[in-house]
């Protein structure tokens, strides 16, 4: 089961929710069982625990391996502003699409069970 990591948590949780998601609400972890119980949401066919950017060294599933990967290699030099944020606004961007990719799969796989 995914941990997802996002830049806006409590939104991402509210659209699980609105999915019938059961967040936050005290079910069983029977797979996320390190996940926080307030980032913990239990769908019919699984479970996702969410996870902010500040909780992201909180994340099981990812290796430090793979944070770095995600990162370039620091420049001898600092970086142009410009270059700096582009850096960041490609890596946000990617996060994102992951996170909006699982959601969309949650409510395409809770609306299959439904019809």
Known sequence: MPEQLT??????LQVLRSSGA???????????TQCPAERFCKL??????????????RMTQ???????ALTPAAPSAAPRSE????????LS?????L???AIGFA?????QQHH
Do not use: M, N, Y
């Not at 830049?7 to 991402?12: R, Y």
């Not at 059961?22 to 996320?32: S, Y």
């Open 7 to 12: 830049k806006h948590p409590q939104v991402t």
């Open 83 to 90: 270059d700096a944020l582009s850096g960041e606004a490609l």
């Open 93 to 97: 961007g990617g996060l994102g699409l």
């Open 22 to 32: 059961k967040c936050a609400q005290g079910e069983a972890q029977d797979i996320l």
């Open 107 to 111: 409510v395409s796989r809770l609306r």
């Open 62 to 68: 990812i290796t430090a391996a793979e944070w770095k």
């Open 44 to 57: 019919p066919g699984g479970e996702i625990c969410v996870f902010g950017l500040s909780d992201a060294s």
């Open 99 to 101: 996170a909006g990719a």
